[in-house]
């Protein structure tokens, strides 16, 4: 439904963006209802690893997965739903400005120059004069557009305000937006394993993201989600057979395989406990029937 809204939305832009958004908004705020709803009937961790798009698929996959990471970050901050509906439509419609910069600076391979990066940093403004002048939607949801990529410590864009002058919603949406950016593969790099993602996370508290919000982050979701076929730091293989609560990058993992060969008794390692244990490579195994 997502993607079917927003190329609706791509094909009418240049007729009436604020129009075509108005027109998106019922169906859009009723995938935040039952996202939201999902969330809250779903007491497992939710699962950050998705299905990765590329090109015109990347905005549409990489909108849902922040929504899906926003709303479940609400949740543990017991915002309550009326906000929640606000803070999902704005993160649904974050990247929304994207619509208005050209296919090939978004899909460039190679490094940006100084120029293209400015001309694709506009999409934080486009996205908010669209959206504002909705007058049947928040305007909360055009600052999520806008406030995005600001940063704490002001290094961010495209007004560069830090600290309280950024609206709370937009520092939730900042911490999943880099998280999916960083675990998604591009045509331009390839994806971090997640533990990587939250590590890029931690790297930036205080200074550019929310302590508060980051660690919400970490207890509401599940980065290596149940039946996730995984390879350690010391060569063994198993697979994912449950979650520490609140550590979702420390689960317990089934051992399957050792020095290269499947073993006859499987049993548990909880890397909670054995921390000198790292998850080095998602793979594509089963286990034994």
């Known amino acids: 439904m997502i993607e079917t809204t927003f190329l609706d939305m791509k094909n009418k832009m240049n007729l009436d963006g604020s129009f075509t958004i108005e027109q998106a908004n019922v169906k859009l705020t009723q995938i935040v209802r039952n996202i939201m709803g999902e969330l809250k009937r779903n007491k497992e961790l939710m699962t950050l ?7 015109d698929d990347y905005i549409f996959t990489h909108s849902f997965n922040v929504t899906l990471y926003t709303l479940a970050i609400g949740v543990e901050l017991n915002i309550n739903d009326k906000n929640l509906e606000i803070l999902g439509l704005g993160a649904i419609l974050h990247d929304v400005g994207k619509m208005l910069v050209p296919l ?20 934080a403004d486009y996205g908010f004069h669209l959206i504002k002048n909705v007058h049947t939607v928040s305007l909360l949801v055009a ?23 950024i609206h709370y919603f937009g520092k ?29 996370l931690y790297a ?10 980051i660690e919400a982050f970490r207890r509401a979701v599940a980065i290596y ?38 073993i006859k008794e499987p049993y548990e390692v909880d890397l909670n406990k ?15 029937a």
């Open 143 to 165: 600052n999520c557009a806008y406030q995005h990529h600001e940063r704490l410590d002001g290094s961010g864009y495209p007004r560069g305000i830090k600290g309280d002058e």
């Open 172 to 200: 939730i949406i900042a911490v999943a937006d880099v998280f999916d950016a960083v675990t998604s593969n591009r045509v331009y790099r390839k994806a971090m394993l997640p533990h990587q993602g939250l590590e890029v």
């Open 204 to 213: 930036g508290v205080g200074k550019k993201f929310d302590n508060t919000i």
């Open 274 to 288: 054995n921390l000198h244990l790292l998850i080095m490579k998602c793979l594509d195994i089963q286990e034994p």
């Open 225 to 262: 989600p149940n039946g996730l076929s995984v390879e350690l730091n010391d060569g063994r293989k198993g697979v994912v057979s449950s979650q520490n609560e609140g550590i979702g990058d420390r689960p317990m993992i089934r051992i399957l395989e050792e020095d290269g060969e499947q």
């Open 104 to 123: 090939e600076l978004l899909h460039k391979p190679g490094k940006l120059t100084e120029k293209e990066f400015e001309q694709i940093q506009k999409h």
């Open 49 to 55: 690893l998705a299905d990765v798009y590329t090109y």
